[in-house]
């Protein structure tokens, strides 16, 4: 088992910062990929970034590329999400998911969530 739980949402002004954590406890924090998904009200669950075991490679949906920056600390079990020049869209529940393959496809495990809200 592997507990997720997150912080460091809140409310920020269109073109602020947040910094996501989520720190991990339970089973080897570096035997997963990680995850940053989200969920706006009425729509569907959205991978937004995720990294490798080692934190050697990561990915970003289009959306977020060159605003937002996920990294992990392996040794704290923990996994960040800086979230730069935030947008009124990026309004919705973050959550952390775990995953046990190379990549993240069907995580195993997922946090509580943490609402971010950007007003314009």
């Known amino acids: 088992q592997v507990q997720l739980v997150e912080s460091g949402g809140g409310s920020v002004q269109a073109g602020g910062s947040l910094r996501l954590s989520c720190a991990a406890s339970?089973?080897?924090?570096?035997?997963?990929?990680m995850g940053w998904f989200r969920q706006a009200p009425g729509k569907e669950r959205e991978l937004v970034a995720a990294i490798t075991r080692s934190g050697s490679s990561t990915y970003y949906a289009d959306s977020v590329k060159g605003r937002f920056t996920i990294s992990r600390d392996n040794a704290k079990s923990t996994v960040y999400l800086q979230m730069n020049t935030l947008k009124p869209e990026d309004t919705a529940v973050y959550y952390c998911a775990a995953d046990g393959h190379p990549r993240v496809t069907t995580p195993d495990y997922w946090g509580q969530g943490t609402q971010v809200t950007v007003s314009s």
């Open positions: 339970g089973r080897t924090f570096s035997s997963y990929a």
